[in-house]
């Protein structure tokens, strides 16, 4: 939605909208608080189903925005966002939970799969998407670059000297997911993107 449609939508309709998002706020926070509660997961785990209920929600949102109001989507938005969403948050969670069905091996496999899919999505994407849409894109890896540098040197320098413990690399992959996350909705704030 444009700064121009919001400015003109009445008073009720913007507090109704802030309403229904602090609903959905509400919602996926209570589902994360559950799915975590008494499963004394580690916390990385826990960062990765954070992630993953994060990036669904988003996933969905969107979905029913581009159901709803379809001519609010900015070019390059849509169906292929929606899917990158919905494919992180899937590979979020298949480390965790898939290998109860299948084998660790056919799950890693799917994972391969499912990344292939969704770097293809996200080079479409930005090959549809438009100048200011890529200007996001770009300023929110330059965010996410420059404070994940600082924090990993900071970090690497600290363990080097025996102040903290080694993080696994999944404990780093969440953190990576969710520095950019916030990055990526300081960045679209930042342009006016809702």
């Known amino acids: 939605m444009s700064r121009s449609e919001i400015s003109t939508q009445p008073l009720v309709v913007k507090i109704l909208g802030g309403l229904a998002l602090a609903a959905v706020g509400a919602l996926t926070g209570a589902a994360l608080a559950n799915a975590i509660e008494g499963r004394n997961m580690p916390w990385a785990d826990s960062l990765a189903l954070a992630m993953a209920i994060a990036l669904i929600t988003i996933g969905v949102l969107s979905a029913i925005t581009m159901a709803l109001r379809p001519s609010t989507v900015p070019k390059g938005c849509g ?6 969403f919905l494919l992180a948050g899937a590979m979020f969670l298949a480390p965790m939970y898939a290998s109860a069905f299948v084998t660790a091996d056919t799950v890693f496999a799917g994972i391969v799969v499912l990344l292939a899919v969704q770097t293809v999505a996200n080079v479409m994407l930005w090959r549809r998407a438009d100048e200011m849409l890529r200007q996001v894109m770009a300023e929110t890896s330059a965010i996410a670059f ?11 320098a600290a363990e080097r000297l ?21 990055s990526s909705i300081a960045a679209a704030a930042r342009r006016g993107i809702h």
């Not at 404990?171 to 996350?181: F, P």
């Open 79 to 84: 169906v292929l966002q929606i899917v990158v």
């Open 146 to 156: 420059w404070a994940l540098q600082t924090a990993l040197f900071l970090y690497a």
């Open 162 to 182: 025996g102040l903290v413990d080694t993080i696994s690399g999944w404990g780093l992959t969440g953190i990576l997911m969710a520095v950019y996350l916030v």
